[in-house]
């Protein structure tokens, strides 16, 4: 089964090949299959968090991001079911923050917006939950808009200042999980860092201050093709 | 986690210098420190009083008068809940399930555990906080008298009502060890995978087969948990056999070291029965002494085994066991992604069994007879006997010993109830059943349980004081690391808030049962895939009940209650607000 030493799997019926070791996610990507995901950052330990990458693995329900491709894996990907999870989840986020496009910096450029355009969310058929959050805007050159914050951990797993985490889990639970920001370490990043940091986060959560809308809005990487599309075509 | 214990239980607090001197320490930041303690219960950044009550507020307990205790507190300390007094003297806080269900209403005052609460007691308890006495002492003026084989002081009675076949008959410590070290540890491994010895925490894992498989990772360094973290809502046995027979489950920690080449082993107890810890430490020294634990045991040269016990600080999800790990890794209790499994990659990323305390005390029993006694009780694929904490509306609450297999009518004529509505079995995570299902059988093929059986009479309300209660139980619970668990629950709570508030529909109680069986694949870990069971099994079981509160023909009715929401506004500006309603 296997080509030059790889890994043979297949992603709805399609023949791929994947490195020993290489995520469901990744290997999918460098077959130019797109599996939607809100946390996962290639290169970093997966969290699987978002469960937005929810495949199934030999029939049965898994993350993309956290399970590794086995030689002869069958793998399900863009079907009925999990589209319609996936949308379900989406939606869950829609409601559980405040979400405004229209006004956000992120719009066009957001990971989120762009998933819920390519899973057609017309609107949540869950009610919003308009919850109370809350922005920090203590550090030097970043604003950090929690109403925005999915909770996907990209931050938390990636955004760091002489090895130490920027930003924190605080709390747990439905109603009190809050990414912290840590006041001092923060005050430290440099702009260059605290861009870094605005694109890793999926939405508009974290931003960096003094400089917005550069790119008008309808000129962004999301408003000219849908998510997933340079995975694609490629 | 045992530095933020300690200064936790010096300070009342962690306080901030506490996290900046942790975090420099450790080389981390602040916030990463915050993380880990803003995760659990019991550990806080502000202070919880001098004297700190964590009443628990399980359902059970307001069936044993718990909102008079509770006022009975909120007047004696003149605060509200979840609040300590202007002197620091006193803090009252609610809190989840804590193993007391057969004696509630209780309480944990500083590690202390206080049972059959009354409004009269109260006042004695607050009266001797203002004394300024020790809280041993308070619980002794309450009545606390000696428990358990071996002392162990305190107001906690353990209600066993029925001993079984397997682990009570004729126990004498020393026995099974004596006898495996004449076996090799694959054959002591091939001996309880062929009894069929199944995980007694609730997933019904078989033993056996998990021990193989850690053997089968290699590896020089082998752990071995005991996952004394019993958090479902209604569980207690673990408490009565850690009290009654601690030496019982270290013998079986022993045996399954001997089996799986472990040196250490470490019992992760809930933080809830902190009161138990140093008799248990004690007989932990008893058995070294006897030479059944430390090196070269019962004579066997190489045979080194010993055990600790770790403290949890209050959390339901670590009682998942990559949960349990990542907790005792000193970090937040989030389970972990699958693969690799813990028998693959646990604590300290070397292979790890976690097994619960009651399958390891079943452990000794099965060396000492065999795999073939074993399986003759119970049922054909749920092998051997069944600890039960049953609770709630029956007269004899409990622990009981009974063979997999027994029917829930049987169980309920055992324990002495009557006009049942429901049983929720398994606790919440479990499933709620009317009477249509009392003749099924209690077994992994049927009515699988961890050991939570909580009966609901007929003049309870199920939906509003159970099943809303327990799908907040879950929403505080759930670590907040999968979107759908934390957040999708918040969705169902407030829908079933809607229906009980009378302003459901059909359409709404079709909603809710679809919505809420999105968990089901969606989530990683079994709190997430659980977390909906009490609103998915009560509309399949109980449907009538969601009905009778929607009798309208109408498709939609709005929730939104126009008062509320511009009181905020009105109150900003001083208008009481004049709304009619339309």
């Not at chain 1, 709805?12 to 950052?41: M, R, T, W």
């Not at chain 2, 929730?559 to 208008?575: D, H, L, Y």
């Amino acid at each position: 089964m296997n080509k030059n030493g790889k890994l043979y799997f297949e992603i709805d019926g399609k023949a791929c090949y994947a490195e020993e070791g290489q995520s469901v996610i990744d290997a999918a990507k460098a077959n130019g299959v797109f599996i939607p995901s809100l946390c996962h950052v290639e290169g970093v330990k997966a969290a699987g968090s978002c469960r937005v990458c929810n495949v199934k693995v030999n029939g049965r329900n898994m993350t993309a991001c956290t399970t590794p491709v086995t030689d002869g894996m069958v793998v399900e990907n863009d079907i009925p079911e999990l589209n319609e999870l996936r949308q379900a989840i989406i939606e869950v986020l829609f409601v559980s923050g405040n979400h405004f496009c229209p006004s956000c910096e992120k719009s066009g450029n957001c990971e989120l917006q762009a998933l819920a355009y390519r899973y057609q969310m017309l609107v949540p058929r869950f009610p919003y939950e308009f919850p109370i959050k809350g922005v920090d805007a203590s550090a030097e050159h970043i604003f950090h808009d929690r109403n925005r914050c999915i909770l996907c951990k990209r931050c938390i797993r990636t955004v760091t200042k002489d090895g130490k985490n920027v930003f924190a889990f605080h709390g747990r639970g439905g109603e009190h999980l809050h990414v912290v920001m840590d006041e001092e370490l923060a005050s430290q990043l440099t702009e260059e860092e605290a861009k870094q940091a605005m694109e890793i986060c999926p939405v508009g959560a974290i931003l960096k201050k003094e400089q917005g809308y550069i790119v008008p809005i309808g000129e962004r990487k999301f408003d000219k093709l849908p998510i997933g599309s340079d995975i694609e075509n490629k | 986690m045992d530095i933020l214990l300690d200064i936790q239980e010096t300070y009342r607090q962690i306080p901030d210098e506490a996290v900046g001197m942790i975090a420099d320490q450790l080389e981390l930041s602040k916030v990463d420190v915050e993380e880990t303690i803003s995760f659990y219960h019991f550990f806080t950044l502000e202070p919880v009083g001098k004297y700190a009550i964590y009443l628990n507020d399980s359902p059970v307990s307001f069936m044993h008068h718990r909102a008079d205790v509770a006022d009975a507190f909120v007047k004696e300390l003149g605060i509200p809940f979840n609040s300590v007094t202007d002197d620091g003297l006193v803090g009252i806080w609610d809190t989840a399930d804590i193993g007391m269900n057969d004696q509630e209403p209780a309480a944990i005052i500083n590690g202390i555990v206080f049972t059959y609460l009354t409004p009269t007691k109260v006042k004695d308890i607050i009266q001797g906080m203002r004394d300024g006495k020790e809280v041993q002492e308070i619980a002794d003026g309450l009545g606390a008298e000696l428990d358990g084989p071996e002392g162990l002081r305190t107001m906690i009675q353990n209600h066993i009502h029925l001993k079984g076949d397997v682990l009570f008959p004729g126990y004498e410590v020393g026995n099974a060890l004596k006898q495996i070290v004449t076996e090799t540890p694959e054959e002591v491994v091939a001996e309880v995978k062929d009894s069929n010895l199944r995980g007694r925490g609730g997933a019904g894992f078989p033993t056996g087969l998990k021990w193989e498989y850690c053997r089968q990772s290699g590896g020089d360094e082998v752990y071995l948990i005991c996952n004394a973290d019993e958090g479902e809502p209604g569980t207690f046995k673990e408490r009565v056999i850690l009290t009654e027979l601690p030496k019982l489950l270290f013998e079986g920690m022993a045996v399954a070291g001997y089996a799986l080449d472990a040196k250490e082993g470490i019992v992760y107890l809930r933080y809830e029965y902190r009161y138990m810890k140093e008799y248990l430490e004690k007989n932990l020294q008893e058995m070294r002494e006897n030479n059944f634990l430390g090196k070269n045991i019962v004579g066997k040269s190489g045979f080194d085994f010993d055990i600790r016990i770790q403290l949890g600080a209050g959390s339901y999800v670590c009682g998942e066991e990559s949960g349990l790990i990542e907790s005792m890794e000193g970090k937040r209790g989030e389970p972990r992604n699958r693969p690799p499994f813990p028998v693959q990659s646990g604590y300290l990323n070397k292979p790890t069994v976690v097994n619960n305390v009651e399958t390891l005390c079943k452990v000794v029993p099965i060396i000492l007879k065999d795999a073939d006694w074993f399986k003759t009780l119970g049922t054909k694929e749920s092998a051997g006997t069944k600890f039960l904490s049953i609770s709630g509306d029956c007269k004899d609450p409990g622990v009981y010993e009974v063979e997999w297999g027994m029917t829930i009518n049987e169980m309920l004529e055992m324990v002495g109830a009557t006009d049942v509505q429901a049983v929720k079995v398994g606790g919440p995570s479990g499933t709620c059943i009317d009477p249509s299902h009392f003749g099924r059988s209690i077994a992994f093929e049927d009515l699988a349980t961890g050991g939570s059986m909580i009966i609901i009479g007929e003049k309870h309300n199920l939906l509003k004081d159970f099943i809303l209660p327990f799908t907040d139980f879950f929403i505080e619970e759930s670590c907040g690391s999968c979107a759908p668990c934390r957040s999708l629950t918040v969705i169902l709570r407030d829908k079933l808030q809607k229906i009980i508030d009378g302003n459901g529909t059909q359409k709404d109680i079709d909603e809710l049962y679809d919505w809420a069986r999105l968990g089901r694949t969606a989530n990683r870990c079994g709190l997430g895939q659980t977390a909906a069971n009490p609103i998915i099994t009560s509309i399949e079981n109980f449907r009538n009940l969601y009905e009778d509160l929607v009798k309208t023909d109408e498709e939609f009715l709005s929730a939104f209650n126009m008062e509320q929401a511009v009181a905020e506004s009105c109150e900003v500006v001083g208008r009481i607000p004049n709304i009619k309603s339309h």
